[in-house]
Every structure is written in C-alpha cells, then in structure tokens.
C-alpha cells in the first residue's frame, strides 16, 4: 500500500468534472485507489457519486492511497493527475 | 402592474405571456408482476437508451455552449455508469419485487436527498443532476414524453425547477426566457441559460394565477413586471430590440472570415480582465483572447496569489477557450493598479513609476511563480506570453531569460508545456523608436494605444481639463502605429492592437490598409467590428 497527501487548490474543490475525469483515470490503473478526506470520510476513486458526495473543497488536504497491482505507477500517475487538475 | 423579484442569471430581456409548466407526475406502479431478473433487462436496457439520449444531448450541447458546459451531459452518462447507484437500483428490484421505474425514481430521490443535505452549496446543486437522470430512465420506462414544454406560443416559461437536459432540449425559438422558484446561479442549469443567451430570473415566488398573463422579464434589474403599464413595456420593448440587434449580428457573422470584400484578412480577438469573462468571448464568437490581463489575480487577493492557484486559473480559462489563442499579459501592476501586499511607495508620477515589468524583473520569484503557473497551463490549449511597459531590447531579453529558467526547471521536473510564443506591449514612444530591434527578439508586438497615446501627446487622460487638448486620433500616435507595423514585418513579427482604439470603427479601415494583422476589443465590441470588416473593400480608393 502506497500513499501521498495532497491539498486541493482547485477552487471549486472535486466538483462534477474533475470527479468525473478522476474516475477515468482511476478506472485506468491496475491498484485500486482510495481518497481520504482529512477527518476520516473515504471513497473509492472509482465510484463518481460517492467521490461527488465527500464534499472535497478547496484547501482541503486529501490522502490518496493505492493498493494491489503496480502501486508506484498508480500513484505516480494519480499524483500527476491533481497536480493538472485540482 | 405587479412586480416580482428574483436573482437575474443573465443580463437581458425577455417580453410575452407567461406559461406555468408543471412536470407530469410519473405514474410508477410499485409492483412488479415480472420477475427481478426480467426488471433489471428493462431497467438496463432503457438506461442504455438514456446514455444515447445524453450522448445526442451532449453533442448539441457541444455545438451550442462549448466544451465546458456540456461537460455535464458527459457526467450525466458518469453518474448512470456509477456502481453505488446501479447497486441500489438492483437491491430495490431484488429485495421489494418493484418494477425497475419505481426502484430508479426511488434511487434518485434518495442519491439526491444525501447531496441536498450537503453544507457547500456547489454540491448541493447537483441533487437536481441525479433527480434529472434517474427520471431520464424512468421516463423511458413509462414511455413518457414532455408534451407541454414547447407546446403553443413563444412564451415565458415559468417553473419550479428545470433540470439542465430540460434547458437544452427547449426549442429556443418558443423560449423566450425562464423564471424559476428553485436553483441556484451555480447550478448547470444557470450556466446553461447564460451561455445560450436565454434571459432567465431564479428564485421567484410565483403562483398558478400568473399563467397566460403578459410579463416583461427584465434580467437587468432582477425582476418581472406582471401586465407592465404602457410607457415600461415601450422602454423594455426598445431595450429589447437592441439586444436583439446584437443577437442577429452574431447569428450572421458566428464561424464566418474577417475577411474584407477584396480578401484582405484580419484577426478579431477579445479582451478579458477576469477568467470569468471567458464565456462572453465564446458567446460573442471571437477567435482568441489576445489580451487576457493577468492583474485581477493579484488584485483580487490578500496575498501573493500561489503558482497552483495561478495556474488552475490559467488552464480553465485555456480549456474553455479548446485551442483558440490565449494571450496572457504578465502582472501590470503599479499606476493605477495597487495591492497592498507589494508594499509599493507612493509616487509622485506613478504613470512613470515603478509599475509591470519594471516590478517582475526586479521581484524575480513573484515573476516567476507567474511564469510558471502561464507555462503548466500552455500545455493545455494556445497560449502566448506578452510582455508590458517595455522600453528597452535589455528588458525583453532579461525577462525572455527568466521565462527560459522557468522553462527549463519545469522540463527538469517533467512537467508538459505547450509551444508558447513571446510577444511584448508596444505602449511607450521607445519602444515604437525601438521597433526593428526589438521585433528581432519577439514573435508578435501588441500595441497598447491607452498608454501609447498618454506618453506620446503627455496627456494624462484621468485630467477632464485636457479633454479639449486630447484627440485619440492624433496623427503622431497613428504613425507611431504604423511605424510599428511595419518595422515588425520587416523581421517576420505579426502587430495588433489591443488598446481601445482597436474597437474605433472610424479607423478600421485605416489599420487594415497599414496591415495590421490583429485587432483585440472588449467582447461586446467583436461583432459589430467583425460586420465592418467584412464591408470594406480596401481595392477601391480610401474613404478617409
């Protein structure tokens, strides 16, 4: 199991769109990932409404986890991905 | 007369009769006769039907309010793809034996219910994108249709709520504008309005008595005027036309050449001061951004605003835009313009002052924590980068040397960036003297005739007193432009204009026989400069 943390700056937070790209890409991968919200609400980043329904905003700090399969890549690629887009 | 009031979404008007749309309540019957196994087949296969229907929706989408507003419909095809909803949907059919219309209605409602108990307001509003989908499927289930929406007249439509599909799929000519007592200004619904120019009013309280009476929706004032009295329906109606006048302007002219009659081509381009200006470019279909000031970002802030937070802006406004032309003039503080976290001194001539450039090339990391947000966002869309305020070949080559260092740490770093091309403001008389040297370090000068025309006549324009001394149309400053052109041609340098007097029809045809190849004005000035440009024939002698 690998993990980063990261802090949203996006100022809308994991809205519609970025949830929605944010699923493709997890679907991608071969690990399954996870993002925590600081406080202990989790959704797997596969699944859209449930991502949509942790209510992620701007300048919150999220974990990103990633389990099973090439983890390194995964969370590399994950990491890349919030980077561009939240 | 009665007036009611709302919160406007768009800034229009909309005149007619009023018409209550009530949504048919669905029939669902909650008990199936058919097996669970037989339920989930129709459920599946109309939710199949439904992600064809939202693929149709998105393309028109696509075509009418641009890639980021019909985002949604894709996100729509998401959510109806989501496990935790599929799964709920199955364990209603398999657990209560109820029809596949009742447990998607049920799963809706519920799914949108966790969303409306949401505190951040955004998220709120999607509870109206589940209930929107789920009655998408069960309306394909019950073979339901709207009739009612676009039945009779043109006519103000006046609902409770209207779903983002419901707004896309109104027939636009029999809509004339929408009042609705729910939704938010956040909501797709509101973006959608705004983007297909429908004059729209949410937030009103209205009742049943309302229907069929004559209303003027006046978005300018946020409100509705229910049977207006004579003299404010004949104001609204003028108003009206010259909006209408802009409307068909833009229907004549959207996807055509700036293209004069003899084919003399030039670029129209819009100015934004603010990333949420982008839509009015997109709305008044001109090509490109060519001056996108960078400051309200700085202005807007308390503090230095963070490479992240510069670049999410950035790349929103370079996404929307889909490969059109984005040019991002960097920080043009000072003057003018103050934030307090600069701690700049108070100047006697601050017009002359320490402002622009002057600042970033002797703050380097504010400059470039703003370089570096404008580069990871170019990997986006077009993007050029334009240099302020400059009066020397040394300027533009110290900060092209910065621009390099940002360049190179990102590609260390592996960071993608797009081809950028380096352009600077043509605004003092030096740089104009300085033209033929300096257009051998760029790839495009921009001409900024507010500040061009102030140093050059030393006229300060804020002063009523010199009104009678100032003319825009000063022969210096016009050859100061040409001068321009011309010595950037001569080292293969593309010139326009993104000063005021590049939306001053009086001397279109003017720039265009100096060859300008550019011209950027205020959104709202794109459309009646682009008709002119594509009137004059510049073989036949000047008119001027």
């Given at each position: 199991m690998k993990q980063f943390t990261y802090t949203i700056?996006?100022?809308?937070?994991?809205?519609?769109r970025p949830a929605g790209l944010l699923v493709k890409a997890a679907k991608a991968l071969d690990s399954a990932i996870t993002i925590e919200k600081a406080g202990g609400k989790s959704a797997p980043a596969t699944k859209l409404m449930a991502l949509m329904g942790l209510g992620v905003k701007s300048g919150d700090t999220v974990t990103v986890t990633a389990e099973g399969g090439s983890e390194e890549a995964s969370l590399a690629a994950m990491e890349r991905f919030f980077q561009e887009n939240l | 007369m009665q007036v009611a009031t709302g919160k406007s979404i768009l800034n229009g008007i909309a005149i007619g009769p009023l018409r209550i749309y009530k949504k048919t309540e669905i029939q669902t019957c909650q008990n199936s006769t058919l097996t669970p196994a037989e339920e989930w087949e129709r459920f599946d296969a109309a939710r199949r039907k439904a992600q064809e229907q939202l693929a149709g929706l998105y393309d028109k989408a696509l075509d009418e309010v641009g890639e980021e507003n019909a985002a949604i419909f894709e996100i729509h095809q998401m959510m109806l793809d989501d496990d935790d909803y599929l799964d709920a949907v199955k364990a209603i059919i398999d657990t209560q034996n109820t029809t596949a219309e009742y447990a998607v209605t049920t799963t809706g409602d519920n799914f949108s219910a966790t969303f409306a108990a949401m505190e951040d307001e955004y998220m709120r509003a999607r509870a109206a994108d589940v209930k929107d989908i789920s009655r998408r499927v069960a309306d394909i289930l019950t073979g339901q249709q709207d009739a009612?929406?676009?039945?009779?007249?043109?006519a103000i439509l006046v609902a409770d709520d209207l779903t983002p599909s419901e707004t896309v799929q109104l027939d636009k000519s029999k809509l004339l504008g929408f009042i609705t007592r729910h939704g938010s200004s956040n909501s797709h619904t509101a973006i959608l309005a705004r983007t297909m120019n429908i004059p729209a009013l949410i937030g009103v309280d209205f009742d049943d008595s309302w229907d069929g009476r004559l209303a003027v929706l006046d978005g300018y004032n946020h409100c509705v005027y229910i049977d207006p009295a004579q003299e404010l329906l004949a104001t609204m109606e003028e108003k009206r036309k010259s909006d209408l006048k802009q409307e068909s302007l833009l229907q004549n002219l959207k996807k055509k050449p700036n293209i004069t009659l003899d084919g003399k081509e030039i670029k129209v381009y819009a100015n934004i001061g603010n990333a949420s200006d982008v839509g009015l470019v997109l709305q008044n279909d001109a090509?490109?951004?060519?001056?996108?000031?960078?400051?309200f970002i700085y202005l807007e802030?308390?503090?230095?605003?963070t490479e992240d937070q510069q670049f999410a802006l950035y790349k929103r406004v370079v996404e929307t835009m889909a490969g059109k032309k984005v040019i991002i003039r960097t920080l043009d503080i000072g003057a003018d313009k103050q934030a307090a976290y600069f701690n700049l001194d108070k100047e006697e001539n601050p017009a002359l002052g320490y402002r622009a450039i002057r600042i970033c090339l002797t703050r380097k990391e504010v400059f470039k924590q703003q370089l570096r947000a404008i580069l990871r966002a170019s990997a986006f869309g077009t993007v050029s980068i334009m240099f302020p305020m400059i009066i020397s070949v040394r300027e533009v080559r110290d900060a092209k040397e910065i621009l390099a260092e940002c360049t190179a740490e990102l590609q260390a770093q592996g960071t993608a960036i797009g081809k950028v091309e380096v352009g600077i403001m043509i605004e003092t008389p030096a740089a104009v003297m300085l033209a033929d040297e300096l257009a051998q370090e760029v790839d495009f000068f921009s001409l900024g005739t507010n500040d061009l025309t102030q140093y050059t006549l030393a006229i300060?324009?804020?002063?009523?007193?010199?009104d009678n001394f100032y003319d825009p149309h000063h022969p210096a400053v016009l050859r100061m432009i040409r001068h321009t052109v011309e010595a950037g041609h001569r080292h293969g340098c593309w010139v326009g204009i993104c000063g005021e007097l590049g939306a001053d029809l009086t001397l279109t045809e003017t720039f265009l026989r100096m060859g300008l190849d550019e011209l950027s004005v205020s959104p709202s000035a794109v459309l009646p400069l682009r008709k002119l440009i594509r009137s004059l024939d510049l073989s036949s002698a000047p008119t001027t």
């Open positions: 700056t996006d100022p809308v937070g994991i809205h519609a | 009612g929406m676009d039945g009779g007249r043109p090509q490109g951004i060519g001056l996108f000031r960078s400051e802030s308390e503090n230095y605003p300060d324009r804020q002063n009523p007193k010199l």
